[in-house]
């Protein structure tokens, strides 16, 4: 069973490695063309491929315990205590194998593909320059209270939106609890001032390190500065630009 165990662990965690660079990517594609450049976004930053394979491990070695913590316990139950044969408890192995991972990749596929897009889109918006964003929840009657009065607030783009009491720093943020991110379908827009303008080469495609491209964007002058100003609760004494829908 162990190496069945460890097999199972480096299986899901090569998968989800190359989903998440391919859903990174997603979200620093989309974040750029929220910014109005077009040029593509190809993951290349050594520092962020390591952190996203962390992550993936760390979530593949959680899913391979839950599950074979649960065939371990369905072994004894079957074998053991109900004294059925081998292949009544393969059955039953292969059933609770086939539900759980069903129910473990859904509820994976919808919060941690969603949490890396979503991630992706303000590290490339926070390395760009970009001074402010917005939450923006999905209004159809089935989001959640906390979600319905988080909509439309605006933040600086190092600062976290409150959610229910809670810091997050963009939607499915994985700081914020289970309550607040599984199944999440909010949505991150950029708030820039009126009078900045965003070139391909002042949005960062993943080509190198974020924090890197950002030291190099302040020491450029020709790049558009990180706009400040006050507080931006205050809407009414910032003149905001929204990006406008395609």
């Known amino acids: 069973m162990a190496d069945d165990e460890d097999a199972f662990r480096l299986a899901i965690g090569e998968s989800l490695d ?11 594609t989309a974040a750029r063309r929220a910014l109005g450049v077009r040029g593509a976004f190809r993951l290349e930053s050594p520092a962020v491929a390591e952190a996203l394979a962390q992550r993936a491990n760390l979530l593949a070695g959680n899913v391979a315990d839950d599950v074979f913590e649960r065939l371990k316990t369905v072994l004894a139950e079957e074998f053991y205590f ?87 720093m963009h939607p499915l943020d994985p700081a914020g609890s289970a309550a607040q991110v599984c199944n999440c379908r909010c949505d991150e827009i950029p708030v820039v001032t009126a009078d900045q303008a965003f070139s391909d080469a002042d949005v960062w495609d993943g080509s190198n390190n974020p924090d890197q491209f950002a030291r190099e964007r302040l020491a450029d002058p020709d790049r558009p500065p990180r706009q400040t100003g006050p507080d931006p609760s205050a809407t009414d004494d910032l003149d905001f630009a929204f990006p406008e829908d395609e």
């Not at 897009?117 to 917005?134: D, H, L, M, N, Q």
């Open 82 to 168: 109900a004294g059925k044969g081998p292949f009544e408890v393969a059955r039953a192995l292969r059933g609770e194998f086939d539900w759980l991972t069903k129910a473990r990749s859904e509820l994976i596929a919808r919060t941690e593909t969603g949490a890396i897009v979503s991630e992706a889109s303000w590290i490339t918006y926070s390395a760009s320059g970009v001074p402010f964003k917005r939450w923006l929840a999905t209004l159809d009657g089935k989001e959640r209270e906390d979600h319905f009065d988080a909509h439309g607030q605006i933040r600086a783009i190092d600062e976290p939106y409150d959610v229910g009491g809670e810091k997050l």
């Open 18 to 28: 190359d989903a998440y660079v391919d859903m990174f990517e997603v979200g620093g």
